[in-house]
DNA sequence: TACCAGGTCGTAT
DNA sequence: ATACGACATGGT
């Protein structure tokens, strides 16, 4: 089956967000002006290309089966969060004065949510102390490894490991894909994740949970709670956050997480994906 | 060539 | 609770 529909997009930039070094998962495959991955759609896989213009996004769509395109639609809506109210939220920035310009800086940046959750906790796992261009490299290498292929007119494309598959490797063999010392940590996580139910919990419960597993401290189980379940609250804390903070606030390091909750609230999210894009890119500390 | 990377873990205080 | 060194290895 080949479809090809639009959605409407609004303050949403894809080239910004694709490369946003979110650890949902890596940017999706590029080419010219289009971007293409492999979703399970309706448990079927199915590879969607997408592509920008102005407030629309132009989905086009091939499967071996007839999918719905309400669940295309709803999926791609939900990876990039496009029904989240930003005008709202950059009404809160702008009215919140110190912060109040960085807005400028990243209009049309959203999340990029997992499109599956387990790549976003294994992605999320080996992006500690490891730069944005190897982890990605790494999640791409066990998708060729280890996921199912599939192949379509565009290409070939991998899905990411099952939890099983990743937790009956040795950790040699997960090294091959060059995720370094942490492969202890993918090994003895993957096998125990499969039985946690993270969506029904809320934001306390299931960080404190996260934070049980080999490789997921803080930092990790945020990511995984905001770019993983949408935990709007979750305000991953990392070196750029730090700087940027400091910057702004006077907040010892150590508090920095609890002092974003009560200050940002349901907004602390988008906030740290603001500050970090703005501290990454303004060049203030160095840059990219 | 050294040095760094969207931190976490184990150990010592 | 807080501090600090070790940690694999690709990228530059």
Redesign the pocket.
Known sequence: MQKAFNIKAREFDLEATMY????SQPPWHKNGKYYSELLIIDNKPSLVTIKQEDNKLHVKIESPEKVPLSEVKEKLNHIFDLKFDIEGFYDFLSSYPPLDSIVDYSRGLRLFLAKDIFECIISSIT????????WT?AIDNMKRLWGQKYTFSKGTFYSFPAPDVLANLDDDSL?LA?V??RAK?IRKTSKRITRIKLDVMDYDEAFHLLLK?????????D?ILLYGFRKLEAF?V????KKIMEHFFSVDD?HLRDFAREEFGEYAGYV?LYL?DYARKSGIFGGV
Not at 20 to 23: A, I, P
């Open positions: 946003s070094g979110q650890t992006s500690a102390n490891c730069s944005i261009k190897r490299k090294r060059g370094g010392y940590y597993f080999p490789g997921i401290g803080p930092k990790v189980a990511c991953p990392d070196v750029w956050i150590r740290q970090y």
